[in-house]
C-alpha cells in the first residue's frame, strides 16, 4: 500500500502503531481465554489485560477509578448508553448544532418519547457560545450534551467552561470525545465531566469495535444499563449486578480489541498527547496554508488553528465532493471523505447541506511530503477543470 496517502483519520485511525497489531497477536496466539468467564490462567490473564486497559484510560482521561471506565464497542454505543439510560419524558436536554448523529439520533428518539430538546445554533464557523447554553437552561434540564470537536470542521468546543456551567446549575454534562481522545488534553474532573463517551479505533490507536464510557461515581445509580445479560459476576443471580462496571458490561468482550486499545492508548501516553497534537495540527495549518492560495477552494474553517484539531473541510467551486473524491482516489491514491460525514445538523450549520464537503482528517503518521502532494493533486484537478 504504499502507493496511498491516507487522510481519513477522522473516521479511522491508520496505520495503527506496531505496539497494537503485536498485543493483538499476543492474545491470539498465547492467551485466547475470556476474562472473567473462567478461573484458569489464561483467563486470569485476559482479565489482567483488560484491567490495565481500564488503567491506561483512566490516567488519560484524569478519571483516578479505572473502574469507572466502561466498555462498549464504539463511542456510539456509550452515548445511547448515557443518553437512553439518563434521560426520561419530562426531561429537558441541550445540545447544539454541530452534533454528529451519535448524539442527535438518540436525542431525536428521546424527544418522540417526550424528551424536551433544545439545539443551540452554532455559528457559521462551527464555534458554540457558552452564554447561549446558560441562557437554555431551565428548571427542568437534565443535561447538557456536547461534542468536544466537530468532525466536520474541527472546531473545538469550550468544554471546560461548559462544565464549570453544568456543574454550578446542577446539571449533568456528557461529552462526545469520539474526535478528541488521543488528541487533546481531557481531564475529566478539571473539566466537570460527567459522562465521557470515547472510541478506540481513532487517536487511541486501538482497534475498530473498542470505545467506552467514563460515569461519574454516583451515577451508575441512576443510570439504566440498556441490554442485560452475562457479566461473570454475580452469576448465581438472574438481575443484572448494579455495580459498575459489570452493570454495563454484559456478554464476552472484545477482549482481543481491548488488548490492542491498551497498547494503543499506552502508545498515546509514550508519545504525549500535546506532541501528538502539534504535529497533526502543523500538517493541516499547512495544508490551510496552501489551499489559501488557490482561490477556486472553499474552506470551511474556525479561522484561528488553535480552536481545531487537525480536520479540515472544504470545497472546489462547480466541483461536487464526491467526483473530487473519486478523483483524488483513483488518480492520486489519496483516501479522503465526502459528504456528509453523519452529521447533517453541522453541515446545515455551515451551509454546505446537502452536497457536503470533501474533508481530509490528519494523523500522526502523515507526512508534509504527503501534504504537499496532495496540494499539487488538487492544483492539478483545479487546472484540468
Wanted: glycine share 10%; with cysteine; proline share 5%.
Amino acid at each position: 500500500m504504499s502507493n496511498i496517502i491516507y487522510f481519513d483519520n477522522a473516521a479511522t485511525s491508520w496505520p495503527k502503531p506496531k505496539e497494537t497489531l503485536e498485543a493483538m497477536e499476543r492474545y491470539f496466539c498465547d492467551i485466547g481465554a475470556s476474562p472473567g468467564r473462567s478461573g484458569h490462567r489464561l483467563a486470569i490473564e485476559a482479565g489482567r489485560e483488560v484491567l490495565a486497559t481500564r488503567e491506561a484510560l483512566a490516567e488519560i482521561f484524569g478519571t483516578g477509578d479505572p473502574l469507572r471506565i466502561v466498555f462498549a464497542k464504539n463511542a456510539t454505543e456509550a452515548l445511547n448508553i448515557a443518553i437512553f439510560g439518563l434521560l426520561k419524558p419530562g426531561d429537558h436536554a441541550i445540545t447544539s448544532s454541530m452534533e454528529h448523529n451519535s448524539v442527535m439520533r438518540p436525542l431525536r428518539a428521546m424527544e418522540n418519547r417526550g424528551l424536551e430538546l433544545s439545539v443551540i445554533p452554532c455559528s457559521l464557523n462551527g464555534e458554540l457560545s457558552p452564554d447561549d447554553v446558560v441562557a437554555a437552561i431551565k428548571a427542568n434540564t437534565r443535561a447538557i450534551i456536547l461534542t468536544h470537536a466537530s468532525n466536520v470542521t474541527g472546531a473545538i468546543m469550550p468544554i471546560a467552561e461548559i462544565g464549570k456551567i453544568a456543574r454550578d446549575h446542577e446539571v449533568l454534562f456528557c461529552v462526545d470525545a469520539a474526535q478528541t481522545a488521543g488528541v487533546l488534553p481531557i481531564q475529566v474532573k478539571e473539566m466537570f465531566i460527567d459522562l465521557l463517551a470515547f472510541t478506540g479505533h481513532k487517536a487511541l490507536c486501538g482497534p475498530q469495535g473498542t470505545g467506552g464510557l467514563y460515569i461519574r461515581e454516583g451515577l451508575e445509580n441512576i443510570i439504566r444499563p440498556i441490554q442485560r445479560g452475562g457479566t461473570g459476576s454475580k452469576s448465581e443471580f438472574e438481575a443484572q449486578p448494579d455495580f459498575i462496571p459489570d452493570k454495563y458490561e454484559s456478554g464476552t468482550p472484545n477482549t482481543i480489541g481491548l488488548y490492542g486499545l491498551g497498547a494503543g492508548v499506552r502508545s498515546v501516553l509514550d508519545r504525549g498527547v500535546e506532541h501528538i497534537r502539534n504535529k497533526e495540527i502543523g500538517l493541516a495549518q499547512h495544508f490551510i496554508n496552501g489551499i489559501k492560495a488557490m482561490p477556486e477552494v472553499v474552506h470551511y474553517r474556525c479561522g484561528d488553528i488553535s480552536k481545531q484539531i487537525a480536520v479540515v473541510s472544504f470545497n472546489i467551486k462547480g466541483m461536487s465532493p464526491s467526483d473530487l473524491t473519486l478523483i483524488l482516489d483513483e488518480t492520486y491514491g489519496i483516501m479522503c471523505r465526502s459528504g456528509l460525514h453523519c452529521a447533517p445538523s453541522a453541515h446545515r450549520t455551515i451551509q454546505t447541506f446537502p452536497t457536503g464537503t470533501v474533508r481530509f482528517s490528519f494523523g500522526y503518521y502523515n507526512t508534509v511530503d504527503e501534504v504537499n502532494f496532495s496540494l499539487e493533486a488538487i492544483s492539478k484537478i483545479i487546472s484540468s477543470k
